[in-house]
T-cell receptor, first 113, second 115 residues
């Protein structure tokens, strides 16, 4: 069964609104989770590292004020896309490590209209 | 920086055909190499991995050999099945850059296997 769960799998939001995506580790604690984004026909790109109890670490070129990451517990990280624009439409996916194995969530398709 | 270049898709094959998906990489350190698979509607799953030169990763009939001299990690399967239809991602993790859990991905190759 799933080890990392992501929700929602698909979401459509209006331009200018905010949308939250959740990433949960189901039966283990994850002090670190990672958020990736994939534009059509592009690679999965690391956006940020989510650290439990502290600020997220963002990759170069990712706006931290636009992509808010909260890792308030050892099993949950959330990514909030604020003031969404159509160009934010993308596939977002999270990952967490258990032991030496990296597990990915199912991914979330965001469409901003 | 590190990068992964993967064969562009889509790839369409008949059942029992031979599959090769090419993957080459550039890395400043000595990376671990991975193939991930994403079945329709599902998340990424690790298919196989190799952590040092000449290692061969294998799983579900798929194989890939870590070739340091050619910086390649090509995915192969001798006889594909319809159930292998998915998107395949080549990826690397460079220990020298720290954060071994961070992955650099190729663009993905969509494979469709027809009966």
């Amino acid at each position: 069964g799933a080890v990392v769960s992501q929700h929602p799998s698909r979401v459509i939001c209006k331009s200018g609104t905010s949308v939250k995506i959740e990433c949960r580790s189901l039966d283990f604690q994850a002090t670190t989770m990672f958020w990736y984004r994939q534009f059509p026909k592009q690679s999965l790109m690391l956006m940020a590292t989510s650290n439990e109890g502290s600020k997220a670490t963002y990759e170069q070129g990712v706006e931290k004020d636009k992509f808010l990451i909260n890792h308030a517990s050892l099993t949950l990280s959330t990514l909030t896309v604020t003031s969404a624009h159509p160009e934010d439409s993308s596939f977002y996916i999270c990952s967490a490590s258990r032991g030496n194995t990296i597990y990915f969530g199912e991914g979330s398709w965001l469409t901003v209209v | 920086g590190d990068s992964v270049t993967q064969m562009e898709g889509p790839v369409t094959l008949s059942e029992e055909a031979f599959l090769t998906i090419n993957c080459t990489y550039t890395a400043t350190g000595y990376p671990s190499l991975f193939w991930y698979v994403q079945y329709p509607g599902e998340g990424l799953q690790l298919l196989l991995k190799a952590t040092k030169a000449d290692d061969k990763g294998s799983n579900k009939g798929f194989e890939a050999t870590y070739r340091k001299e050619t910086t390649s990690f090509h995915l192969e399967k001798g006889s594909v099945q319809v159930s292998d239809s998915a998107v395949y991602f080549c990826a690397l993790s460079d220990m020298e850059q720290g954060g071994s859990e961070k992955l650099v991905f190729g663009k993905g190759t969509k494979l469709t296997v027809n009966p």
